[in-house]
């Protein structure tokens, strides 16, 4: 049967009562059954019991939300925090199998017996719970699928708000369980709509990840992509699929993708006529509405009201002004001119970065409400002459901007530093330094990075890059990256998961610190302009992690690298006109991580080996010429004769 079907919630969240939804103020179950407070029935305890290193407390703390569940009869109030869906999102990567179903089991059953899956706490769990479903074990995967079909059955809107910007991050993985199962689910949930009178989400963002699946060598994967691109055709028009299609694929890939598009030219359009699809004239990726208002993205204003005063990604890319009155809702795409190619590829990975959305921000430049320019929280745009807030000056680390900044900083309250992008500046000639010094202290052309496999080095190294960090950090991400706590290696994965998340779910970025993920003219400040500045910084952090022994950690560095160059990819196109060369990646930067990627070929674990295999051989040959590539490879890999995995 159908993944989304009703059997398999039950059978994963316990035998949830069927009763348990609705939660309307009619509801007649209320005189029988009054919804109680779950945080009231499991005390503040069980984050501690969550959290233990023993395998049976953290059970216990499990089995006592399940417990409270079956003693509230399965009726709650839906005002769950979010601390608790961050607690539950730890299980999900939980060493103990059983665990994480049991967590999976919790999460359907939070939605279910509330009658409610408020979004926020959604996209905590989001990515997490869609990264189950490579599991082996078909009995995980279905406790997954019913986990987010448990939220569609709750509240339909938290597809498109939470699980939707989620997805092309997971597709990203070659998984055939997981693609499949995730395919399936959101086609099952998905396909009824138009049938029903409910319009289709903005699907724009699945256009690239659809691309890969629908030439995965998996049938079943292929079947199931064919299911979606129907559905996203009918969300965005024939023209921004086909037009994407045409921008991004080559050769091969583009005459075995291109019929499957083709097929849904007429037959998407009589449906939508016919069968309650939005219909309206095909229009292209990155283009505004005809009715000249987004459409409604992640973030709905019923759940998530956003302010008169923000931009929506249409008026960004127009520079629209804003209209007035409308409680328009930031769409999910981060477009360039390349259209449905920035769009699908910049909308990626999962939830609320560092714990979860916070307050929604104003548009670049503005200050924030009662703040200052030039007081914390208030951005100024980049300008070009030297010594104007935000140029390399005036960021420089030890000009008395930088000394300022860094001062009123360490008076921030975690909260006020959680507004603020990981990355502070745009500092390319303190870039440049670096490259300088680094390869003036190597005559022989030997990087010291090529030697982090020994410890003293390594030591030394971290705490030279220690250093370099705190100077262009958020001190709160600067904490988490070099943590040398009890439980360090969940600071590491805490904080490489923020700065990750920032580029990959970029709506949520722009409503958070104000930016854009790229800048229309070369002197506005953006996350991509900051994060390339730093780049250099941010592959030798990745280098360090990848030495750790923490599997979960390594994966995510993983992570980190292959969003760091499809971002280098997407500044190259956005660049184009103005700077052909400037987003390629130097011998100084891919030295820095290069002769560490070669390492891990030597793994004794196969999922990190396949991961590294696929960096070098599909990816960083993008960005590095492969001629360098082989020479790096022969000096790192072949001549290696520490681990023979690594010369195979």
Not at 599 to 615: C, F
Request: proline share 7%.
């Amino acid at each position: 049967g159908s993944l989304a079907g009703s059997d398999a919630v039950g059978g994963a969240t316990g035998g949830v009562s069927a009763s348990a939804g609705g939660g309307g103020e009619d509801d007649p179950m209320d005189d029988l059954f009054p919804r109680q407070d779950l945080h009231t029935l499991i005390g503040p305890g069980i984050y501690k019991q969550l959290g233990d290193s023993n395998w049976k407390e953290r059970k216990a703390g499990l089995d006592a939300i399940q417990g409270a569940l079956d003693s509230a009869n399965h009726r709650i109030l839906p005002n769950i925090s979010g601390d608790l869906y961050t607690a539950l999102k730890q299980r999900l990567q939980d060493a103990n199998k059983n665990l994480i179903t049991v967590t999976l089991g919790l999460l359907a059953a939070l939605s279910t017996d509330s009658g409610a899956a408020q979004a926020p706490n959604i996209r905590i769990v989001a990515l997490s719970t869609i990264q189950c479903l490579a599991d082996k074990k078909p009995q995980l995967r279905l406790a997954a699928v019913a986990a987010m079909t448990a939220w569609a059955n709750a509240t339909p809107t938290s597809v498109e708000q939470a699980v939707l910007p989620a997805i092309p991050s997971a597709l990203a993985d070659i998984s055939p369980e997981l693609r499949l199962s995730l395919l399936q689910w959101l086609a099952d949930v998905l396909a009824p709509r138009p049938a029903k009178g409910v319009r289709l989400p903005d699907l724009s963002l699945l256009i690239t990840p659809l691309f890969t699946c629908l030439q995965d060598r998996n049938a079943d994967v292929r079947k199931q992509a064919q299911r979606v691109l129907e559905l996203t055709v009918a969300s965005c028009g024939f023209e921004a699929v086909h037009d994407a299609c045409e921008m991004q694929l080559r050769g091969a890939a583009k005459a075995s993708v291109a019929p499957m598009i083709e097929e849904f030219r007429h037959t998407v359009g009589a449906a939508a006529s016919s069968g309650g699809m939005d219909a309206g004239p095909p229009r292209r990726a990155g283009a505004p509405p005809a009715s000249g208002r987004a459409r409604p993205g992640p973030a709905d204003s019923t759940t998530s009201p956003i302010p008169d005063t923000v931009m929506t990604a249409a008026e960004l890319l127009g520079r629209q002004p804003i209209s007035q009155g409308r409680p328009g809702p930031t769409a999910a795409m981060s477009s360039s001119g390349a259209g449905a190619t920035a769009a699908a590829a910049s909308a990626v990975s999962g939830p609320g970065m560092l714990r979860r959305p916070m307050a929604v921000r104003r548009p670049v430049g503005a200050p924030a409400s009662g703040v200052p320019a030039g007081a914390p929280g208030a951005r100024p745009l980049m300008r070009s002459a030297r010594g104007q807030p935000g140029s390399a000056d005036a960021q420089r680390p030890g000009t008395p901007s930088s000394l300022s900044m860094a001062s009123q900083m360490a008076r921030m309250s975690n909260e006020e530093l959680e507004g603020i992008p990981p990355i502070l500046d745009c500092d390319f000639r303190a870039k440049e330094q670096r490259a300088r010094r680094d390869m003036s202290a190597n005559p022989n052309s030997v990087p010291r990075w090529a030697h982090l496999g020994d410890g003293r080095v390594r030591g030394d190294l971290e705490a030279q890059l220690s250093e370099q960090m705190s100077a262009h950090f958020n001190p709160l991400i600067y904490r988490l990256l070099f943590s040398t706590g009890h439980y360090k290696d969940r600071d590491f994965l805490s904080g490489l998961t923020t700065i990750e998340e920032v580029i990959s779910i970029t709506s949520l970025s722009q409503q958070r610190f104000g930016l854009p993920l790229f800048a229309d003219l070369a002197d506005e400040d953006s996350l991509a302009s900051r994060y390339m500045a730093n780049i250099d910084l941010l592959l030798k952090y990745i280098s360090i992690r990848m030495y750790d022994g923490s599997t979960h950690t390594l994966l995510k560095s993983f992570d980190l690298l292959e969003r760091l160059i499809h971002m280098t990819e997407e500044s190259q196109q956005q660049q184009q006109a103005r700077q052909p060369a400037s987003s390629s990646w130097t011998d100084y930067e891919v030295q820095a991580v290069l002769p560490a990627l070669i390492g891990r070929l030597g793994d004794a674990k196969e999922v990190v080996r396949a991961r590294s295999r696929r960096l070098l051989t599909q990816l960083i040959t993008h960005l590095y010429p492969t001629t360098k590539l082989f020479t790096m490879l022969l000096e790192h890999g072949v001549i290696n004769k520490s681990n023979a995995r690594i010369r195979q």
